[in-house]
T-cell receptor, first 113, second 109 residues
Framework: ELKVEQNPLFLSMQEGKNYTIYCNYSTTSDRLYWYRQDPGKSLESLFV?????AVKQEGRLMASLDTKARLSTLHITAAVHDLSATYFC?????????????FGKGTHLIIQP | EPEVTQTPSHQVTQMGQEVILRCVPISNHLYFYWYRQILGQKVEFLVSFYNNEISEKSEIFDDQFSVERPDGSNFTLKIRSTKLEDSAMYFC???????FGPGTRLTVT
């Protein structure tokens, strides 16, 4: 059974600081997703990482994937309050298509002004 | 920009009643999915659907659940006899790259 573990599960940080959220998974996969969820809302796709060594950046967020270590990171640079949300990583074990995603428990991020 | 849509946004039903949740996936996508999220918990895969049949389903997707694509655009999730523990957000997604709809909040009383 595929396990996806995120840490930390809860993070409170100040604006302007940098931090990294980690996502470990238990099986071989080269397809990993990061989503953002605001309270009561749907899942907003942030990044899709499709190969070992993939790195993608959007604004203050950067995601990377190391398939050999079975690890993805989401790095936040100079955090701002608007980035407060819950962030989920999700792994596609099947390589795209039939298999659904297995999600981590999410990282609840609060950024204090 | 194309998006996944879902109706209704909120459904309240009594235990034992049947509910149908509706989704319109992105038109050129081939795979469709249902997920659920119990309040405050992680998102859980229910079922995937391709070429008019179920591709994969999780342990959660028992005989109480069924999916259908009744026409060329809609994709439905039916819960035959709702239980209290079915209360959750239900998300439809389509792929491509697993774009999620806005969700239906199901409350079973």
């Amino acid at each position: 059974e595929l396990k996806v573990e995120q840490n930390p599960l809860f993070l409170s940080m100040q604006e302007g600081k940098n931090y990294t959220i980690y996502c470990n998974y238990s099986t071989t996969s080269d397809r990993l997703y990061w989503y953002r969820q605001d309270p009561g809302k749907s899942l907003e796709s942030l990044f899709v990482l499709l190969s070992n060594g993939a790195v993608k950046q959007e604004g203050r967020l950067m995601a990377s994937l190391d398939t050999k270590a079975r690890l993805s990171t989401l790095h936040i640079t100079a955090a701002v309050h608007d980035l407060s949300a819950t962030y989920f990583c999700a792994v596609d074990e099947g390589g795209g298509g039939a298999d659904g995603l297995t999600f981590g428990k999410g990282t609840h991020l609060i950024i204090q002004p | 920009e194309p998006e996944v849509t879902q109706t209704p946004s909120h459904q309240v039903t009594q235990m034992g009643q049947e509910v149908i949740l509706r989704c319109v996936p992105i038109s050129n996508h081939l795979y469709f999915y249902w997920y659920r999220q119990i309040l405050g918990q992680k998102v859980e895969f229910l079922v995937s659907f391709y070429n008019n049949e179920i591709s994969e389903k999780s342990e959660i997707f028992d005989d109480q659940f069924s999916v259908e694509r009744p026409d060329g655009s809609n994709f439905t999730l039916k819960i035959r006899s709702t239980k209290l523990e079915d209360s959750a957000m239900y998300f439809c997604a389509s792929s491509g790259e697993q774009y999620f709809g806005p969700g239906t909040r199901l409350t079973v009383t």
